[in-house]
């Protein structure tokens, strides 16, 4: 046994030497996310800034960086308060970053699926692949830091983990059943329902099993628990449960299939520069990204940006100018941006993410690009940022202006 163990899955809790330690830490939640965060990171470096970004996504701070050092001293001093020396130095800084120590004698339930979940996949013996399993569905005891459930880095975490737990209960489901270990399937099924209340396969698996046992009784009440919570027909009864097993399952082999063609008709997610789309489309991506904002505090900046021509320029010249710098704003921008055509001599530009507090830095980026274009000596180039608040019903703004000649 490791002498540090971190249990993050259906609670957080740090043992050392088997014993509880570091209660404190519960009293801040900065303080608590800070160590979480680093410790999901796996012994990685994670600069100050991505730190501050994350554990302070949309909060006003008039310092966060101050803060973040403060917290660390905080949790230092608690380690030295407990007299924990195996945890000194378990976070260390370097160059404007942080990582939680690798070298740490400790394990963390959530590598430890992970690893096991690896293994299993490529285990072709079924009996050493059902111990896998049986690891994972032990180690499993709930979702990811449920108290820090909605934040974006736990989130993403937190699904993956959950698609591994639910890989591992569904493939040992299927040996027992091939095994004919009823009775094991009731338990791990019985089990596994508090964890997932609304998985209908785990009802229709379980009350298949207590009716080939005979145990009619338990598959009726099971049966109406099912329809109680929503996720089993009305019409169903324990007598028809293995008949309506076989219909769902054919139904999630069609829809893997399904979403197979679906991943393959979909684009390539490597960068290849901001999307260019219509208004029309434009404003639909807007009012999703609002929506992914007020959630998560992603910070989001529009931008128009205008050319001006001047006295002599010939309106073909302007027009291919235009059309430049929308190839431009393309290939410059990150493919998270979004641009669309406004008006004859205007785009409109929404940037996402933490790149620059007030949205300039890319948009200098294109006006030097745009500068370097051969006719641009006879073109203005302006933009106009405006900053929506986080909260969306706020009806506030900051807007920043800045009009560059040439």
């Not at 007299?83 to 590598?111: H, K, M």
């Not at 896998?132 to 993403?156: C, D, H, M």
């Not at 489309?281 to 999703?288: A, W």
Request: proline share 4%; net charge neutral; charged share 25%.
């Amino acid at each position: 046994m490791a002498t540090v163990e971190i249990r993050m899955l259906g609670d957080f809790e740090i043992r050392v030497n088997g014993r509880p330690v570091l209660a404190q830490l519960a009293q801040s939640r900065k303080a608590t996310a800070l160590v979480q965060y680093l410790v999901l990171q796996r012994g990685e470096r994670v600069s100050h800034k991505t730190i501050t970004d994350t554990l302070w996504a949309g909060e006003r701070s008039t310092n966060p960086d101050m803060a973040l050092r403060a917290i660390l001293h905080r949790f230092r001093n608690m380690i030295e308060a407990e007299g924990l020396t195996e945890l000194q130095g378990c976070i260390q800084t370097s160059r404007g970053s942080y990582q939680w120590n690798p070298a740490l004698d400790c394990s963390v339930d959530v590598f430890e699926v992970s690893d096991l979940s690896e293994k299993a996949r490529s285990e072709a013996d079924p009996e050493s692949r059902g111990r896998l399993y049986e690891e994972i569905v032990n180690l499993y005891k709930g979702r990811l830091l449920p108290q820090f459930a909605t934040e974006p880095w736990v989130e993403s975490v937190s699904v993956r983990l959950h698609g591994q737990y639910r890989t591992a209960i569904l493939g040992l489901l299927e040996l027992c059943k091939k095994w004919g270990e009823s009775g094991r399937i009731i338990s791990l099924c019985a089990h596994a329902l508090e964890l997932d209340p609304y998985e209908e396969r785990l009802y229709l698996e379980e009350i298949v099993a207590l009716e080939s046992l005979g145990r009619h009784t338990e598959a009726r009440d099971l049966a109406r628990r099912g329809n109680a919570m929503g996720c089993l027909h009305h019409a169903i009864d324990p007598g028809r449960a293995g008949s309506a097993y076989r219909q769902m399952r054919q139904a999630d082999r069609n829809m893997e299939s399904e979403l197979s063609r679906l991943t393959a008709a979909l684009p390539d997610t490597e960068n290849t520069g901001a999307c260019l789309c219509d208004f029309d489309t434009f404003k639909e991506t807007y009012r999703v990204l609002r929506g992914v904002q007020a959630r998560y505090g992603l910070p989001v900046f529009l931008a128009i940006v205008t050319v001006a021509p001047g006295q002599n320029a010939e309106p073909a010249e302007t027009a291919t100018m235009v059309e430049q710098l929308g190839e431009l704003i393309h290939t410059t921008l990150r493919q998270c941006d979004v641009a669309a055509r406004y008006s004859d001599m205007q785009y409109v530009i929404m940037l996402s993410g933490s790149a620059a507090e007030t949205g300039s830095s890319p948009l200098e980026r294109i006006k030097a690009a745009f500068y370097r274009v051969p006719a641009h000596g006879r073109y203005l180039l302006s933009y106009n940022v405006y900053v929506p608040e986080i909260k969306a019903d706020s009806g506030r703004a900051r807007r920043r202006k800045k009009t560059t000649k040439k």
